[in-house]
């Protein structure tokens, strides 16, 4: 179980960033023109002025129980304001995972099929522009044609399910192109394997055999990739949520950085990398359920 | 490519192909950033707010920005920035990760369990949720966008060289270089080391296009390159205010960073295949 030292490190690297602002952190915070009396104040209820390793402390205990501080801009508590924005991250990351399985798999699927037609190489062509396009070009270039120029879309903000798609496809957009790559990788190999003959020997149509038991046994490295992925899609929801004002934890983390609020921007930088590693955990889980071969100690 | 076995068949000169087509955009690139501004039009900074936000005509293929600048010239002279944050990132990763993974997967033991639990913990992280964070404190700017990229970078490189190296070990001609006595820094760099090149080299390859979408991912958040240096994600920052009135901003600069990044994921696949020709499916 690397997951206690790994948690350990992460909370260690995002305690170590506050710190690695050039000059007095807290001068830094208020501004060059901040009176000293303002700023020797914001150190000691930063606890800036107390020796490192206490701090470190505190901090570590703060945040295994729940307490990153307070925002410097708001004054309300860090862990009360990250969480309210959760619900939008997670609806817009589920969304943008479901769009990408949507896509990928039956273009995977069809990909590895009929492997070497036009199919294939449309949807590899496809899958290849997927990856190399970025979202922050694909979420305005979506949004000029669907909602300046269609008008079938909003443009901006959260509210109906009209509000999620084009963020949720803008963010799942490169997600759905490594998916499919690796489905079709995945599915060519298992369709190699005698037992998908054997299927088929015994009457299975082509449908069943490609469905039913080579498509079940590539899952596995499917899953993994979703997981592993999870962290690429939390960082795109940074960028996807600024383009499309998506009230979420992304957005909250570029404008508290842009307000230098630097205990908010350590709490949302902490929760993404948080959620990141158990995510990963959860996909290291699911193997045993996928594949009974593999057990856990 | 010399060591590339005979292709064959239609696959085989698929993967040439891709090879080829990523080689023509990154060359064409490079020529841009080279040459760029002496071809340019227009002067990356000449105004002519007359004309500001207007869209593409036979004088500025383009259009021109919110300042009234061409766009085309300083999408050609974004090719530059682009490039040589690419270039910097990849060279410094690859550097520090041969270095790290080589020693983790020679030496084994307690400097490999001590060195594995630090790339753990940074795998741990999204990649480029640390480069904000690091910008974000470090202050924005293209160096600490070079530096940022750089400390995240070189983890997987260290990773990939580490198992390479770990296999390289155990290989016959390693064992017998060290029972001739050779020291421990010369079999590593003359033995070891080469056997995980080419799987750097592809990585490299592909790290090209990572490291052009993250600068650019980060000068799109305000985070990167500041203005006025031409570079692609600040204009597809500035570019995202006038979505509405002046598209054009946005296509273009944004179409740049995408053929490049396509161009050095074809050649980073091409070259894949072609050193590896069991991977080619």
New interface residues.
Partial sequence: M?TV???F??A???FS??H???GDPAQAMLGETAPQADVDELRHRLGLDRPLLEQYLAFLSGAVRGDLGTSLRTGEPVVGQVASRVPATAELAAAAMIVALLVALPLGIAAAVWR?TAIDASATALA??G????N??LG??L??VFA?ELGWLP?SGRGTLAHLVLPAISLGGALAAILARMTR?TL??ELREPYVQAARGRGASRARAVLRHAFRNSLIPIVTLLGLQF??V??GA??TE??FAWPGIGRL??QS??FRD?PL?QGC?LF??VT??AV?LVTDLVYGVLDPRIRFE | MTSEAPPHGARALRTVQTFNVGAGIVGLAVLAAVVGPAIAPFDTASQDLALRLTGPSLRHWFGLDELGRDILSRVLAGARISLLVGLVVVSISSAVGVCVGSVAGYFGGRVDEALSRIIDVLLAFPGLLLAIAMVAVLGPSLSNVVIALSLIGWVGYARLVRGQVLRARELEFVQAARALGASTPRVLLRHVIPTALPAVSVQATLGMGGAILAEASLSFLGLGVQPPTPSWGTMLNYGRIHLLDAPHLTIFPGLAIAVLVLGFNFLGDGLRDALDPAARR
């Fill in positions: 690397l030292p790994v948690l490190g992460v260690t690297l995002v960033l506050i690695l602002i050039p070497g290849l522009a990856v190399s396009i970025p922050f070009w305005p270039l949004a000029i300046v443009v990788a060519l190999e962290g690429a939390l960082t940074v960028i600024t383009i983390l570029v950085i842009g630097y921007v930088i993404i990398a990141y590693v990963n």
